[in-house]
């Protein structure tokens, strides 16, 4: 800790995002970044805490007070060398985490402008791969083990990695035709540009990792991996997002939010489209069912597009505004309100809205009745009682994204040598989880093929 009045003498200063009309007209990505000199200042707002509240919040261990320290110093190499020795893919989470360590963070508790360590690991990232301090990893000594992972989204990626720097043979199987799983197919590019994902893939693969694409694993008494591999990680995500089964559902213009996000990135990969499969809010009318942040993304990506308004609605209440709720305390994450980049762009949002019917002419959506709705308190506890409140209304739309999120799925009996992990074993989460399953399971299998051996 450099300075260690700086935190009361240097305010929080966030980067910020590009004006609003300049950022809408494409997809490059939304946030700013400050210069050196800004940089390092907001480096030395970190208190080098006793007890450091972001470390233990951060689901990878983060070592912020000492990479923090060393950002302030100017040593940037040792600023990633320490900020890479929890997270394999800081220029991931330097975009698009949440930053549970900022909620966290002391200076949160005390004047609600904690240290901008997101944006600080995005700096780190960024300028060690400008200043050539990431190299791969080429002399690796091999143990003579094959693992295999399927599924190359963050949790895949991440135990990929551990697993060859130990040694093993890895082999990454995705049925997609690239790497990143929700990181390139999910997110928007305006949040996460995708030439960051190759990026390191092409490290990856220096690094001697084998990537193989287009292949869908079955995961039944027929795949030969379980045989042909010492061991097996399960990576897969969840695939299945939960569906809105009301009249109309089959109307054109009822989609799920990954149908357009996945499109749409495809489009900005070089990937065509007939006119008959393209879905674009171009000039229409665009409503979101779900109050999250895969609903978030399809606002800025409707905007993009050229829609003429978007809609964003939630069953559930509005969440509550600041950070103060004594339900809901520090050091926990805050479960308020979050207006995102995409939000700012313009959006009417709506909460306690129920859906009830998806209206069409001619086969195509033309509206979707809802009705304002009220929770009362459930008199036999558990989930509060859905009452309805007002009368049903119609909102104009021609295109109906669903954003409800993904169900948690099951897995077969698998033999002893498959280990599950990111989403895939805990439902749909975030980035930072999944990185950070991605590694215990690797650990997990490190411990297992070495106690076989
Ligand atoms: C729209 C959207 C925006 C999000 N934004 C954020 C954000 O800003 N910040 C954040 O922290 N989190 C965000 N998340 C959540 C985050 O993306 C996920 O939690 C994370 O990607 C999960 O990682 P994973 O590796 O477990 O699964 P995934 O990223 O889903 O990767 C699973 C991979 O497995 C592959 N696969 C599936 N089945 C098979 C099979 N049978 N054979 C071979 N391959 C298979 C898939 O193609 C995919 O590549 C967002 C999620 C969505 C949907
Ligand atoms: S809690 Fe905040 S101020 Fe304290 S060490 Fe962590 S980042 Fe620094």
């Known amino acids: 800790m450099g300075n260690p009045k700086a935190f009361m003498e240097i305010n929080r200063q966030e980067a910020g995002y590009r004006p609003i009309q300049d950022r809408i007209q494409d997809f490059s990505e939304v946030e700013q970044t400050l210069n050196t000199r800004e940089r390092k200042l907001q480096a030395s707002r970190c208190m080098d805490c006793g007890v450091p509240f972001c470390h233990w919040a951060c689901p990878l261990g983060n070592k912020a007070p000492e990479w923090n320290d060393a950002l302030f110093k100017g040593d940037w190499e040792l600023a990633y060398r320490l900020l890479t020795s929890t997270n394999p893919f800081p220029e991931f989470t330097g975009r698009i985490c949440p930053?549970?360590?900022?909620?966290?963070c002391v200076l949160n508790l005390f004047n609600h402008e904690p240290t901008t360590n997101r944006e600080n690991e995005a700096a780190i990232s960024e300028t060690a791969f400008r200043e050539g301090f990431v190299q791969a990893c080429t002399n690796i000594k091999r143990n003579g083990k094959k693992v295999a992972v399927v599924g190359a989204g963050p949790a895949g990626l991440a135990a990929a990695n551990d697993l060859n720097l130990l040694g093993y043979q890895v082999t990454v199987f995705e049925k997609n035709e690239a790497a990143g799983g929700l990181l390139r197919y999910g997110i928007p590019n305006f949040k996460l540009n995708k030439a960051v994902i190759d990026r390191r893939i092409r490290l990856l693969e220096e690094e001697g990792i084998e990537f193989k694409y287009g292949q869908e694993i079955v995961f039944d008494a027929h795949c030969s991996l379980y045989k042909d591999y010492d061991a097996v990680v399960v990576s897969t995500g969840t695939p299945t997002a939960r569906d809105l089964k009301a009249p109309g559902r089959e109307l054109k213009g009822v989609y799920f939010a990954l149908e357009l996000l996945a499109q749409q990135n495809r489009v900005l990969a070089g990937s065509e489209f007939s006119?008959?499969?393209?879905i674009t809010a171009k000039g229409k009318d665009v409503l979101v069912i779900g109050g999250g942040d895969t609903g978030s993304d399809c606002i800025g990506t409707a905007h993009r597009q050229g829609c003429k308004s978007v809609t964003q609605i939630e069953i559930m209440p509005k969440p509550v505004e600041g950070s103060v709720d004594p339900q809901n305390p520090w050091p926990g994450y805050p479960r308020t309100l979050k207006t995102t980049s995409s939000h700012e762009e313009g959006c009417t949002r709506r909460w306690n809205i129920n859906t009830i019917e998806f209206l069409g002419k001619d086969g195509k959506l033309t509206g979707?009745?809802?009705?304002?709705?009220?929770?009362?308190?459930?008199?036999?506890?558990?989930?509060?009682?859905?009452?309805?409140?007002?009368?049903?209304?119609?909102?104009?739309?021609?295109?109906?994204?669903?954003?409800?999120?993904?169900?948690?799925?099951?897995?077969?009996?698998y033999p002893k040598n498959v280990f599950v992990c990111g989403d895939s074993a805990n439902g749909a989460s975030l980035v930072v989880r999944a990185m950070a399953s991605g590694k215990q399971i690797a650990a997990k299998v490190n411990d297992y093929l070495g106690k076989k051996a």
Do not use: T
């Open 99 to 104: 930053a549970l360590c900022e909620k966290a």
């Open 275 to 278: 006119k008959d499969e393209r």
């Open 368 to 413: 979707v009745k809802v009705q304002e709705i009220d929770w009362k308190p459930n008199p036999e506890g558990g989930r509060p009682i859905m009452v309805e409140k007002g009368k049903p209304e119609i909102i104009k739309a021609e295109l109906c994204l669903l954003a409800m999120g993904f169900l948690k799925p099951g897995h077969p009996e």
